[in-house]
């Protein structure tokens, strides 16, 4: 009897600690889930709590408005170009009316770009000593090389119901081994034709319109 109760006595030692160790682990394991799981929740509190179809049209609207957003951050511009489609150099002469602001910064600076490379928009401004400028008569001189193109003004939105009373050059002369062109008032305007769209295939939306010297 004395050797029984020693034995058992050796045996419930062994089963009093191995269950404490299990609880201890099975605490540390919930801590360690409970933990991760704090730090993971903040980052998704920002998900809406919907189903599939829900979270669809919510993110389908929040495309449609970025969209919206970018359109409108889009600046229209209307390029007016004369194209010398002849084999000789030409010379042309534009006046800028009065808009109470600098001439070539109410047009922009005359630029150039090879006339089979429009749809590129690479234009390329010309040096001051590229044009002469009359400030007191608002005038600008370029010569133009066969196979270029002159980018006389660079201005808003453009739309075809518009008509030339307020176009900003007043008076455009082009001469060149053909004669010459003498436009004033509505004729400058009149004289540009628009190029069909789609005319660029990136960047912001642009209309061209073109007057040819053949």
């Given amino acids: ?5 020693r034995v058992r006595n050796r045996r419930r030692p062994t089963t009093a600690c191995t269950r404490p160790r299990i609880a201890l682990i099975s605490c540390a394991r919930r801590s360690q889930i409970t933990g991760s799981s704090r730090r993971v929740m903040p980052s998704v509190r920002w998900l809406p709590a919907c189903g599939r179809d829900e979270c669809m049209r919510y993110v389908f609207t929040v495309l449609l408005l970025l969209l919206a957003v970018t359109l409108a951050a889009c600046s229209f511009s ?9 084999e000789q150099t030409i010379e042309i002469t534009y ?12 047009t922009g600076k ?3 770009l090879a006339a ?7 234009w390329q401004e010309l040096s001051p000593a590229q044009y002469a400028f009359d400030r007191d008569k608002r005038e600008v001189t370029v010569s133009l090389n066969p196979g270029l193109a002159l980018r006389v003004y660079q201005g808003g939105e453009w739309s075809e119901r518009e008509t030339g009373a307020d176009f900003i050059l007043k008076e455009l002369n082009i001469r060149g081994a053909q004669g010459e062109v003498i436009l004033r008032g509505d004729q400058v ?4 034709v628009a ?3 789609p005319f660029y295939a990136f960047g912001p939306p642009t209309t061209l319109l073109t007057l040819t010297y053949k």
């Fill in 110 to 112: 005359p630029a150039t």
């Fill in 1 to 5: 009897m004395i050797a029984d109760k």
């Fill in 78 to 86: 209307t390029d007016f170009v004369v194209v010398n489609a002849s």
């Fill in 189 to 192: 305007y009149k004289s540009f």
């Fill in 95 to 106: 006046k800028v009316g009065e808009t109470g602001v600098e001439p070539l910064v109410a």
């Fill in 116 to 122: 089979s490379q429009l749809s590129s928009r690479e």
């Fill in 195 to 197: 190029v069909p769209k």
